[in-house]
């Protein structure tokens, strides 16, 4: 398929650049380190031959949300917006962006995303996970109440957050130590990012802000196919929820989540969170540079998919949520 939109896709600045280090061997590090610095060469070529039109671009994880300070954590969101911004300029056809926010405070990050979505033309945001405030060991989730201020100005922008992954600290999630192998893109990833939009959603932040759009990455974290049970457990005993939220979970996935193919290139899960979301919320990406374009471009080139969905899925909506035409 030519024409395709994907919008789980990372770049570097200098300062950030040792944040992806620690997730990959040494033998790999020189072209995974290439890759992330790279904007403007080996991508497009990339995106040429795999019938990408348009990346819509985001900084490298945890990044800004593992900078404890407030304001060195806002200074640096601002410096990773301003040369994103500067790279976007150089080729609008082909890349959009979405902003880097210091979530340690919300109204600094209340701001940075008013600044770069009225000033910058940014289409959103993408936040890696939680945050760390004053300290290494001191985290913040977007379900506090704290919160809410911001998450209303982003809804009133009218832009999507991006919630993307970062590994749970060890000291706060015991269940991985000694066990480092389940961290990243192998389970911790999704589960960290699936509790934390589950937080969200149970908090009654989608009652407060109705019109606020989220994305998941990686084919929703394992969400969609947990759904039926979340809603459904020991349902014998008839005994109401107990989270503030008013209406099922999965009414809020289905009303306020979309899901992209990064880096999860299997038809069945594919078919799966279509059955589960429907087609209209479903987005291609590849996550590039951890995942291969070519090895998402093929894959869903190719996938066992009606043409229609294919259409919608590639491009058609990612035009319609980020108002691309």
């Not at 407030?70 to 500067?86: I, P, T």
């Not at 043409?307 to 491009?315: F, T």
Request: glycine share 6%.
């Amino acid at each position: 398929m030519q024409g395709k939109i994907a919008l789980e896709e990372h770049f570097a600045i200098p300062e950030t650049l040792a944040d992806s280090q620690g997730f990959f061997p040494d033998t790999v590090w020189s072209e995974l380190r290439a890759r992330l610095l790279d904007i403007q060469d080996r991508r497009l070529r990339e995106m040429d031959t795999h019938g990408i039109e348009m990346m819509i671009l985001s900084l490298n994880a945890p990044a800004v949300q593992a900078v404890p300070d407030k304001q060195a954590a806002h200074d640096l969101a601002r410096r990773a917006n301003d040369y994103l911004a500067e790279q976007v300029a150089q080729r609008p056809d082909r890349f959009q962006a979405f902003a880097a926010l210091p979530m340690q405070d919300p109204e600094l990050a209340t701001q940075e995303l008013t600044r770069c979505v009225r000033d910058l033309g940014f289409k959103g945001a993408l936040v890696n996970g939680f945050s760390q405030v004053g300290d290494a060991e001191t985290l913040t989730y977007y379900d506090e109440p704290a919160f809410r201020p911001f998450w209303r100005a982003a809804e009133a922008l009218e832009v999507p957050f991006y919630l993307h992954p970062r590994n749970p600290l060890l000291s706060h999630a015991k269940i991985f130590q000694g066990h480092e192998w389940l961290l990243g893109p192998t389970w911790a990833f999704g589960q960290e990012t699936a509790v934390h939009a589950l937080r969200l959603i149970g908090s009654g932040l989608f009652d407060d802000c109705p019109g606020l759009q989220m994305i998941l990455g990686h084919m929703g974290e394992g969400l969609p196919f947990s759904l039926w049970r979340i809603d459904h457990r020991n349902a014998w005993m008839d005994l109401p929820p107990t989270y503030p939220a008013r209406r099922p979970i999965a009414d809020y996935i289905r009303a306020n989540f979309h899901l992209t193919t990064s880096g999860n290139f299997n038809t069945a899960t594919l078919v799966d969170a279509i059955a589960e979301m429907g087609a209209d919320r479903v987005l291609f990406s590849t996550d590039w540079p951890f995942e291969n374009v070519d090895h998402a471009a093929q894959w869903f080139d190719e996938a066992g998919i009606s043409e229609e969905d294919r259409a919608k899925i590639g491009s058609g909506n990612a035009r319609r949520l980020f108002r691309l035409d």
